[in-house]
């Protein structure tokens, strides 16, 4: 059940690395834990991919588990033509203009028919970072339209007898003004069901299941994160010989065209040489170009030394197997001023007591002055 829920909500995406169909690493844990994705539709819904999911989606998946009739067991996964391959998504680099072909496994694992609706649908991104995927018939663009699944009786709708699999033959076809980088799909196996809740009312249902689609277009890649909207909040201790602490505030933004996330850093300088360092506090996931994530980290042990510098630091961190060229930190910095009032008028005080004394002291020393001599009288005129 943690595999669909990761699969589903998948915070990060793992590009392929080389220039032909090739066999996927099973870097993401998280994402899925073996080479293949399996429902358990009694107990897991999809809301991020839902097109008529109900709100009360837990609620409902209790309900379900209760009926053996509604209940369905199933998977996919990608697949040679005639097995599953154990990749455990599509990783597919190509030129813009070329074709490749794959194949996807769906199979029933239950002991009663299920009857699924198979497509591909683009990634988004969510707005803490990760990674979501359209409902069906609302992606343009990008690989729900480059990737074609060929179906039997051409239905998209196929239903499986117990213990069963089938195997779909996959067209890619890149257009010939493809951007270059990484882009981000899945291919989504939904299950419909109508359950009766206990009082009585109809629950439309609907539970999907999805394995990535990660294409990598050739031409001018450029890995690169940005920190963004880095602010400052600090606050000055009372005490002369005490510190304070400064909280940071800011955006990680992937602005390049690879998927990436990164380590995040924080640290604090002053005037006059101190600095507060809090390393790896965040750990950014991959994110889709364009995708964003917020970060914020209180820094303690910060002397108000005036004029202060700020500073995030992210230590990108790509997918395994990826040799990506041009990687570096990225960071941002912002100053402020963090003025120590107490301690400066203390030293204001003891500067004009000094100066005080020091005049006081110059003013007793100081010899006193001269009488002047008693002007001389006129002699009198001798007769």
């Known amino acids: 059940m943690n595999r669909i829920r990761m699969a589903v909500h998948a915070r990060s995406a793992r590009p392929p690395r080389r220039v032909t169909r090739e066999r996927a690493r099973p870097a993401v844990a998280r994402v899925t834990a073996g080479s293949f994705l399996v429902g358990i539709l009694a107990t897991v819904a999809a809301p991020g991919l839902a097109s008529a999911a109900t709100a009360g989606s ?87 339209s480059w990737v074609t699944i060929a179906f039997p009786n051409h239905s998209s709708t196929i239903t499986l007898a117990p213990r069963s699999k089938v195997i779909l033959p996959i067209t890619v076809v890149i257009p010939k003004n493809a951007p270059p980088g990484d882009h981000v799909g899945a291919v989504v196996a939904a299950y419909y069901s109508v359950i009766q809740s206990k009082n009585h009312a109809r629950l439309h249902l609907v539970q999907q299941v999805a394995d990535r689609i990660i294409t990598r277009i050739s031409g001018k890649l450029v890995p690169q994160l940005s920190v963004l909207d880095l602010r400052v909040s600090h606050t000055s201790p009372l005490s002369p010989f005490a510190s304070g602490m400064a909280t940071l505030s800011f955006t990680v933004k992937n602005t390049g065209n690879e998927l990436l996330g990164g380590k995040v850093s924080a640290s604090v300088h002053g005037l006059f040489g101190s600095t507060e360092t809090h390393a790896n506090f965040l750990t950014v996931p991959v994110m889709l170009p364009g995708g964003s994530d917020g970060g914020r980290v209180t820094v303690t042990g910060v002397y108000p030394e005036f004029l202060m510098t700020a500073k995030v630091s992210v230590d990108p961190t790509v997918v395994t197997g990826q040799l990506d060229q041009g990687l570096t930190t990225y960071s941002a910095q912002v100053s402020f001023w963090s003025v120590p009032w107490i301690l400066l008028i203390i030293v204001i005080l003891l500067v004009l007591l000094a100066v005080g004394i020091w005049l006081l002291r110059r003013r007793r020393r100081r010899p006193p002055a001269a009488t002047p001599p008693a002007p001389a009288m006129a002699g009198s005129v001798e007769q």
């Open 58 to 144: 837990a609620a409902v998946a209790r309900s379900a588990a209760s009926k053996p009739g509604s209940r369905a067991f199933f998977g996919l996964g990608p697949a040679s033509a005639t097995k599953i391959d154990g990749r455990a998504y599509f990783a597919w680099s190509a030129d813009p203009g070329s074709f490749l072909h794959d194949h996807v496994a769906v199979v029933n694992f239950g002991i009663t028919k299920v009857t699924l609706h198979v497509f591909v649908t683009n990634a988004v991104s969510t707005p803490n970072g990760g990674t979501g995927f359209l409902p069906a018939g609302q992606a343009r663009g990008g690989p729900a």
